[in-house]
């Protein structure tokens, strides 16, 4: 049996599979589907949770999942800083972030194949179809249940490890040291987002009921959109859209 995987392989096999995606939606003319595809599923994070971003404890948190893990970015940066220094990330930052690290990438990679699934699909269909409708139909046809529930299982991971080393004050101190070296190394992007995550779940406290109401709401949209009536689905889908508006 050969041993597993070191969390810098982790780390690169994911990366490598997004760097993949990226081409093969160039080349094929998909970077249009698979944008449209992100802003809509952004804008349905910021009608979920907008609650969560007008409570003042939770704010910073919901910020950290919706713009680092969700956002609609170009994260060719901190991808390559992640692949460039995962053999050493043991070294350069303190050992108990190594699987924040590799859980990110699992996640930003389920992501981009779960949207670039969603988005080969929604090429095939017309497209003056309502885009709620589309998005639905589009999500069927990728058809990867399990998929979808293991990307909310390592968001929850991630969390929970977030809740955990927050608590280790002279891990936070050390973290903070590594300001100066990492931008020397050019890993400032990486950076941003050990520190926007321990920032964020610091300001939470007991992360506990803002884990469970993730986990709570995304179940329920993971079953809307696999098993509700089509037709039930895009009508809810584009009421829960126009609460955007409603918050703003």
Known sequence: MSPPASAADRIRSHLDRVQQLRHQARTAGMDAAVSAVKQLQALRFRATY???IQDASCAPATRFFLDELYGVHD??????QFGRIAG?????????????AVDLAETHALTEVLDHEVARHWLTLDADMPATLRYTQSWRLAD???ARERQLAVVQH?????QRLTRMKPLRLALRMMRNPARAAGLDALQHFL???????????????????????ESRWIS????APVEDCSRALAAELARVEAWK
């Open 50 to 52: 907008a609650d969560l």
């Open 75 to 80: 994260f060719a940066q901190r991808d390559a």
């Open 88 to 100: 050493a990330l043991e070294r350069l930052f303190p050992e108990a972030v190594a699987q924040l």
């Open 144 to 146: 990867d249940r399990p």
């Open 158 to 162: 991630m969390g929970r490890e977030l």
């Open 195 to 217: 520190e926007s995550g321990f920032d964020a779940f610091a300001a939470l406290g007991d992360a506990r009921r803002f884990l469970d109401t993730i986990s709570e709401r």
């Open 224 to 227: 809307t959109l696999f098993d």
